[in-house]
């Protein structure tokens, strides 16, 4: 199973803490955690996974394995720039999506698009303009975080080979 952790490359002390304690659960559930590999909450969560023995995929906009965070297990270069958040979000079973910024805000778009369930714990609160909340599910922890995006995954495969 992949879960995605996607969140900005820049991050509060506090919400750096609650990614890597997502991480950390990622790699207890034993799935892989795939990000964007750089700083800020997707450094954080590589930082917990790889903490618990967790593989971590970090799939880079540039094209230097250079700018990698330290905790990947691998790193992908693409060359694609922000273009590279539609594989991020493509690889994933589903992603949780921690504060952010716009590069988030596309992530999680995507995910929506693509029927890649997205949970969410302190990011965008999004509402459809005929007044309906689109399909993010909001959490308030880490490990609920991760129980909920483990348990999308796993129907999300049930339904999608039966």
């Known amino acids: 199973m992949y879960i995605g952790v996607i969140g900005a490359g820049r991050c ?19 799935a892989v955690l795939v990000c964007g590999g750089r700083g800020g909450v997707m450094e954080a969560a590589a930082r917990g996974a790889s903490s618990e023995g967790g593989t971590v995929i970090g ?9 990698a965070n330290p905790f990947l297990t691998y790193s992908i270069v693409t060359g694609m720039g922000n273009a590279r958040n539609a594989i991020i979000v493509l690889s994933c079973d589903a992603v949780i999506a921690i504060a952010g910024g716009a590069g988030t805000l596309s992530e999680i778009g995507l995910a929506m698009k693509t029927g890649i369930p997205v949970v969410g714990l302190q990011t ?8 309906r909340i689109p399909g993010i599910i909001y959490v308030e922890d880490p490990r ?19």
């Open 59 to 67: 799939i880079l906009p540039g094209a230097d394995r250079r700018e």
């Open 12 to 30: 509060s002390r506090e919400i750096g803490d609650i990614a890597e304690q997502v991480g950390q659960e990622i790699a207890r559930n034993n």
């Open 144 to 162: 609920e975080a991760v129980q909920t995006a483990v348990k999308l995954a796993e129907t999300k495969h049930n339904t999608a080979y039966a």
């Open 124 to 131: 965008w609160q999004l509402k459809h303009p005929e007044g």
